[in-house]
């Protein structure tokens, strides 16, 4: 691979024209800068718009307006089964079968929605194992849970720490945390791709190791879902969630989506917080007395689907059906490579390569398109020369042990970015350096 990359326009125009999901950029709106398309590397917070999200929205809006509450079961795309449309399509994406995934609510909400089905601590058993540094929103997830249930989150929470001068994670620790806690762990839940350094957990061997010791694993793919190839239902995991902005271009805030494994979906015995659109479809509009929950998935879903929210994500997915994760994963990688070679050959070119250290793990675990470049000096200022050239990516202050002078997270997305995004990246920052 990387041996043969140049650091040219024409090298990267020429991986562009061989590249079969180059099209696909066409079906986005890239965001401009001086009249060019800007280097839009920021998927992995935002996804772009694709062009045919407004269409299947107003399609939506003009029934309303047509119909009304006839809305609802019209023949072609009524509300009532609308979320139907997109099952398929999310369940490839994740590696689910249909009845294992739903499409609902966002990602915070889920996490808790799931915990009350995952997390039921008895006096013995009750700790919670996860990654120090996660993302704020599932450490207060987490922490709240633990109060809830009469716990301190000081005791339940046992959040594992980086490998010493290192800043990720290795599975050794990972496994002999789970070992040591034993019969006293309940839960064990990650961020699929840590969100900060871009590592990849494996979560098979995650999940087999909770396993053993009689514990639940769940997984937050935040930003894992649409970027790396998962595989869910195959390695036995309990329960994930994940939200639609980011990788899955959802747009600003739409609806995210659970994986529930068969086998607990299909067991009406497992507590989980009922409401009318978990119960049995067939029934729900005879307003049953009794909660009858659908042995799916769907039973966790509380409220009738936001229609327009998923209209939009339907646009997106059906990108992804058409282009296939295998294909995105392979040129993930492939993009990402030439990217990491783009910039390392500019750190050589100008005499500098100790400026910049790449955290993420990329030509260890071979996945996932995000780098996290980690500056030795003045990364806020180049950050800034970026941006003013037209890059769009995202800065992260530096750590709280102060190494470094803060990280730039890029992610070159195979939907819509090009080898010559990559390029120009290189070009811009050889510029502000
Ligand atoms: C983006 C992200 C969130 C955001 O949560 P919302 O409930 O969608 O606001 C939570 N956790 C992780 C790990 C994330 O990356």
Redesign the pocket.
Known sequence: MSSSFENSIDFAQKKDQQDSLSSFRNKFFIPQHEGHDCVYFCGN?LGLQPKNTTVYVNEELQDWARLGVEGHFKPKTGWFKYHELVRESIANVVGASPLEVAVMN??????HLLLVSFYRPTKDRYKIICEAG?????RYALQSQARFHGFDPDDAIIELEPSKGSELISNEDILKAIDDCGDELALVMF?GVH?FTGQVLNMKLITDAAHEVGAYAGF?L??AAGNLKLELHNWNVDFAAW?S??YLNGGP?TV?GIFVNERHAKNPHLPRFAGWWGNDPETRFKMPHQFTPVLSADSWQLSNAPILELAALRASLELFDEATMDKLVSKSLELTSYLLFVIREVLKEKGKENLISVITPFEKQQQGCQLSLQFATDGKQIFDDLTRAGVIADWREPDQEGRGSGVIRVAPVPLYNSYVDAYRFGQLLKDAI
């Open positions: 917070s966002h990602l915070t909400v889920n996490l996660a993302f704020p929103s599932d961020g969100y937050d935040a930003h939200c902005y980011k805030g995210g």
